[in-house]
Structure formats: C-alpha cells, structure tokens
Nanobody, 121 residues
Framework: QVQLVESGGGLVQPGGSLTLSCAPS????????MGWYRQAPGKERDFVAT???????NYADSVKGRFTISRDNAKNTVYLQMASLKFEDTAVYYC???????????????WGQGTLVTVSS
C-alpha cells in the first residue's frame, strides 16, 4: 500500500524559512495533483497549496507570496518552500496526493502522517 513520506518540519524563528518535501513510498504511475494542508492546534485542517500534474498551482490566501509549491516529476516529489514564517503558520503539515499505481488502477487519495512546523522565538 502506498504511503506519502514527509520530511523537513521543525522549529524556526518568525521570519525564517523552511522547506518541506513529500514523496510516495513506492513507485507510482501518475498523479493528478499533490498538495499540502495544515492543522493548527485546536483547529480544523486547512488547505495550503496544490499543484496538478500539468503544473497548475493554487495557494491559500494566507500563504500567497510567502510559500512556494513545486515538484520534481522524476522523483514524484512535491516541495513546499515556506518563507517569512509567522507564529500563525505553526501547525502539522500534511501532504496529500491523488495518484494511481498503474494505468489500469483507479486514482487514490493518499495522505501523509504529517510533519510539525513550529514557529517560535
């Protein structure tokens, strides 16, 4: 069963930068979209950014101009470059992908386990 493996979380000061990465645990055939959500303590999980297989990108208003989503198609890896981080960016960041394992299998919605980003001075 395919899983998404996230890395790059940690502690960063306000105004700092951090880059998250996410990749499937096994080889996949293709994906329609990969993206990031986040869940702050005591709050619901919110959309952050997404990138489709054709390269279309969408951001939440709260991160526009500060976060950049990108992908490495050869590695089926998606990145989230976060800059000018604020206290309110503190959350568990979850990677998600709409992917399929072969040309004959349906698309699956897969989620990672989450990686914690803490913005603190």
């Amino acid at each position: 069963q395919v899983q998404l493996v996230e890395s790059g979380g940690g502690l960063v000061q306000p105004g700092g930068s951090l880059t998250l990465s996410c990749a499937p645990s096994t080889s996949i055939f293709s994906y329609r979209a990969m993206g990031w959500y986040r869940q702050a303590p005591g709050k619901e999980r919110d959309f952050v950014a997404t990138i489709t297989g054709s390269g279309l990108i969408n951001y939440a208003d709260s991160v526009k101009g500060r976060f950049t989503i990108s992908r490495d198609n050869a590695k089926n890896t998606v990145y989230l470059q976060m800059a000018s981080l604020k206290f309110e960016d503190t959350a568990v960041y979850y990677c998600t992908a709409d992917l399929r394992l072969s040309w004959s299998t349906p698309y699956l919605e897969v989620w990672g386990q989450g990686t914690l980003v803490t913005v603190s001075s």
